[in-house]
């Protein structure tokens, strides 16, 4: 049974009047005479009407209309007494019983439902009251609330001297301190934005659908209710109010919600929670879990006789404040006593590497801060700002660090728990549970302090990069490069890198042209598992500008770990690619000496194919240039079963819209394919490769029954004037598209001394600012077949080029999952005796999903880009995989010049079947002849 919760001299306001007997269970057994009743009572009273001693209470939140009076046996337990009164004129009821010591049990309210109060006058022992539960429907603002005391050990004194608690001072008139069996919700929603047009009203779910009397009920409650309130159909509940900061221009209230109590035996069980979404319409709509702060871990249960005062700022997600006290109280249980105050919304939150918790708290206080120092689960001290980030401020800003703000004025705050650098020492996966403190003071110092320990779960997974640029001494550096979205997507990317020093500083630009385009965010993603391999989708987070630190998102700045969020404003409707980039400034401090990096970040919204460096449909023009799509080719049965670990998928040329498609992010690696194969060997030729290891067998990973088949005797070109033309077997674009060009389709393309084969290049004319004549691969050069030289190529030397960036891409993929590594021949090694091995990295790598790095091209004229993802190659003699995550291989149509090489009369070189090629990074991007058994990524361009 419940226990008494409060001191009962010291209850707020009951409105009681006289209660006249309706009806009885037992009386009879022990009051048989007039004299009896008249000699022996109990007298009691409600407390006089005093609406308004808790803030925001109304009279109706104090009706008692039924009261039944149970009084128990203090050894048996039976029920000695059983009365239901109904109210009339008066404050005192004299309830007739014997003298003695009993176990009393109050209900005010109780529902008027025939099955509920015949369990109630059915009452025989005390344990009666565990199978009694009052229906959901039974709370709600249109009725009067049912209540509930237990008082233990009453003396009934006879003669009607009054009654002893406890064996307490005698009492004349017993008062009553009774409990609501429910919650009163007031809601305030604001935001920056006028919503008044999309905003429709508020929905809770997961309500409980039964409040038993007690905690041992018998019975099983389930959280299956909903209940919607709507500006159209409940207009009653909602008011218009005034916002609480000045950069909020609307605010809606929602009034006196009245919901069962939802008490929980385990009061952390989130899926119990009741939820509550703000309805915007078509629009997103954002919800929260209503949780207290209750030590030492956050409750989502919701005592009987809670007020809670919600404050939410409609953002993605919802940014919330929620209040909790007593119904007739400002409670002690809720709020730190005295004069100082601080309450914070959560005091254990669980993050991830890329996801941050926002907690709100409020005071009244001078200064409220996060200490210099947290705590590990092993009691290791850490400095804070080195494991969050930017979170414990400075004496010359005690209340503002990048994140976190408290305006002592308002005695409103909130910060956000991000991870600054990673869990461990060797940058790789590890979960942490570090405990912070958050205290109020009178100054920085601590002077008086009221401090609230925060528990902060931390899960890591995968391996951490430098945000640091790329340049002439640091060529494989990985730092995030741009962000793509398709057309109708508009929801966050998520940038983040490693800088190793809280005083390092940085900042994020959106330029002037763009400002109407793109949008940026310091705020963290709220998506709950982002940074592991379930992440949720991006256009549920929605980026929308800070108002605590008043961004307005076209510019942000902060410390230490690089970590913001890039969205879009607006749908794609152009019919073609929209580009922008941001600005990112950083900083670099060294021996007190300051070294400023600047880099941009190029925003792409659009799947469509495009032109990047030049536009045109003339080949042999100057000004000719490619559509190029901006994602790999892959197996429709890779694409629809990722899952899967075949090595291959065999392609039915006759069903090939049914058996190739485009990935559907840049990111991702799609599959790895030969160019072709003699005619003979066809079907061979046409297969598409699982873009990892997935069992591939043990090391060195070579492919079952890979094929090696030759061109030998004579070049086949892929459309040939004259004989084969192997386009018509080995396209395998998608209708619409081809595979592109790096040269004539129909000849050996030299690509060299003069720019007449380079200009038919889908390749160089598309993507390359100066495009490169030649080839980088010396063999062609030194050992030219046929020996005469007539197809000598020149040699290509690659170099760093400007318009080519590597590392990172947000495409809503790539930026949501950890980056893991697996295990590949390292292709360096290769002919050289020991075949060595070396670890491929990039996200979801279990399965043909696999995204990674690479190279992102842009026109610095246009802003236009496109991404190619290092997806490595199979090597030709077997298939295995090298240079995951380190280059992109991709084919052209075009057939290089062949090279010859005689080892003891046996030739080892290409003279047959040596395909133009183009490699991407950063440190040697380049056009490559190789032979054609190599396994390949194909991009493909519009006809």
Not at 803 to 818: H, I, K, L, T
Request: glycine residues 8%; negative net charge; proline residues 6%.
């Amino acid at each position: 049974m419940r226990e008494i919760k409060h001191n009962i001299y010291n209850r707020g306001p009951i409105i009681f009047l006289l209660l006249l007997i309706i009806s009885s269970c037992i009386d009879e057994t022990f009051i048989d005479n007039d004299d009896k009743i008249k000699s022996s009572y109990i007298s009691i009273r409600g407390i006089g009407a005093k609406v308004g001693i808790h803030p925001g209470t109304t009279p109706d939140d104090y009706v008692i209309e039924t009261l039944r009076i149970l009084a128990f046996d203090k050894v048996t337990e039976n029920c000695v007494s059983n009365v239901r009164y109904n109210a009339a004129n008066g404050d005192i009821i004299q309830h007739p019983i014997n003298p003695d010591s009993y176990d009393f049990v109050f209900l005010a309210n109780e529902p008027a439902n025939t099955l509920i109060i015949d369990q109630l006058d059915g009452i025989t022992k005390y344990e009666d009251l565990n199978d009694i539960a009052y229906p959901e429907r039974y709370f709600s603002s249109d009725l009067i609330i049912p209540m509930i005391q237990e008082i233990k050990n009453i003396t009934v004194l006879p003669n009607g001297q009054g009654a002893q608690v406890n064996g307490g001072a005698v009492v004349n008139v017993l008062q009553l301190g009774l409990d609501r069996l429910a919650v009163r919700l007031d809601v305030v929603l604001e935001a920056e934005d006028n919503l008044e047009a999309t905003f429709t009203g508020i929905i809770l779910e997961n309500i409980p659908n039964a409040v038993p009397l007690t905690n041992n009920y018998t019975g099983e409650v389930e959280r299956n209710v909903t209940r919607t309130f709507t500006k159209a159909a409940d207009a009653g509940y909602f008011s218009d109010e005034t916002p609480t900061a000045s950069d909020r221009s609307w605010a809606k209230g929602v009034n006196r919600i009245i919901l069962p109590a939802n008490e929980l035996k385990t009061v952390g069980d989130a899926s119990k929670a009741v939820t509550l979404i703000v309805g915007m319409g078509n629009n997103y709509s954002p919800s929260t879990q209503l949780k207290t702060a209750s030590d030492p871990t956050v409750s989502y249960s919701l005592p009987i006789n809670t007020k809670l005062d919600f404050l939410g700022i409609i953002k993605e997600p919802l940014e919330v404040n929620i209040k909790a006290s007593e119904w007739d109280k400002i409670g002690e249980d809720w709020e730190i006593s005295g004069t100082r105050v601080l309450n914070v919304s959560d005091i254990e939150v669980n993050i991830t590497d890329f996801n941050g918790a926002r907690i709100a708290f409020w005071s009244n206080m001078p200064v409220v801060r996060v200490l210099d120092v947290v705590y590990d689960e092993n009691g290791a001290e850490k400095v804070t700002n080195n494991i969050f980030n930017a979170l414990s401020s400075q004496n010359y800003a005690p209340n503002d660090d990048f994140r976190i703000r408290y305006d002592a004025k308002t005695g409103l705050g909130y910060m956000d728990i991000v991870l600054d650098r990673p869990n461990t020492d060797d940058n790789v996966a590890g979960d942490k549970t570090y405990t912070l403190t958050l205290s109020a003071s009178e100054d920085h110092a601590g002077t008086n302090a009221l401090q609230r320990k925060i528990i902060v779960h931390v899960k890591q997974e995968g391996v951490r990069y430098v945000f640091e640029k790329n340049a002439s001494d640091n060529l494989w550096s990985t730092p995030y490069v741009g962000a793509f979205w398709d057309d109708n997507e508009v929801g966050e990317r998520v940038i983040k890198g490693i800088r190793w020093d809280y005083w390092w500083n940085w900042t994020v630009t959106v330029p002037d042209e763009y400002r109407d385009f793109i949008v940026i965010s310091a705020s963290p993603s709220f998506d709950p598992n982002i940074g592991t391999d379930n992440p949720g989708d991006a256009e549920d987070y929605p980026v929308v500008p800070n108002a605590f630190r008043f961004e307005t998102g076209s510019s942000v700045a902060g410390k230490g770990r690089v970590y913001f969020r890039i969205g879009l404003k607006s749908k794609n409707t152009t019919g073609s690619p929209r580009y922008g980039f941001v600005n990112v400034h950083y900083e670099k401090s060294e021996n007190n000496v300051v070294t400023s990096y600047d880099t941009k970040l190029f925003v792409r919204q659009g799947g469509d194919p495009d032109y990047l460096m030049r536009s045109g449909s003339i080949r042999g023009a100057s000004d000719y240039g490619a559509k190029f799509s901006p994602y790999n080719l892959t197996m429709k049965a890779f694409k629809d079963t990722p899952g899967t670990t075949v090595q291959y998928q065999a392609i039915n040329y006759s069903n090939l819209a049914g058996e190739v498609d485009f990935v559907k992010y840049p990111t991702q690696a799609g599959a790895h394919f030969q160019w072709a194969l003699p005619i003979a060997n066809v079907a061979k030729g046409l297969r598409g490769y699982h873009p990892t290891n997935v069992n591939m067998g043990s090391a060195p990973w070579a492919i079952t029954g890979w094929p090696i088949e030759r061109i030998n005797g004579v070049n086949l070109f892929w459309n040939s004037s004259t004989g084969t033309i192997l386009k018509n077997y080995y396209e395998i674009c998608p209708p619409g598209y081809v595979r592109p060009t790096d040269g004539p389709e129909d000849r050996i393309a030299v690509n060299s001394y003069n720019y007449d084969q380079v200009y038919m290049s889908d390749w160089r004319m598309s993507l390359f600012a100066d495009p490169m004549r030649g080839d980088a691969a010396s063999n062609t050069v030194d050992s030219p077949y046929p020996t005469n030289g007539t197809y000598k190529p020149e040699l290509y030397t690659p170099v760093p080029l400007s318009e080519v960036m590597y590392g990172f891409y947000a495409d809503g993929f790539f930026d949501r999952r950890p980056i893991k590594e697996k295990t590949m021949v390292d292709g360096t090694t290769r002919g050289e005796g020991t075949l060595g091995y070396t670890k491929y990295r990039g996200v979801s790598l279990d399965n043909a999903d696999v995204a990674y790095g690479g190279v992102l091209v842009y026109n610095s004229n246009t802003s236009a880009s496109i991404f190619f993802p290092a997806a490595g190659r199979r090597w030709h003699l077997d298939g295995s995989l090298e240079y995951a995550g380190q280059t992109g291989y991709y084919w052209a149509s075009s057939v290089a010049p062949g090279w010859t090489k005689v080892v003891s009369g046996n030739e080892t070189g290409a003279p047959y079947g040596n395909i133009w090629t183009m490699q991407l990074n950063y440190a040697e991007p380049r056009p490559i002849s190789t032979g054609h058994v190599f396994g390949y990524s194909i991009r493909c361009v519009k006809k």
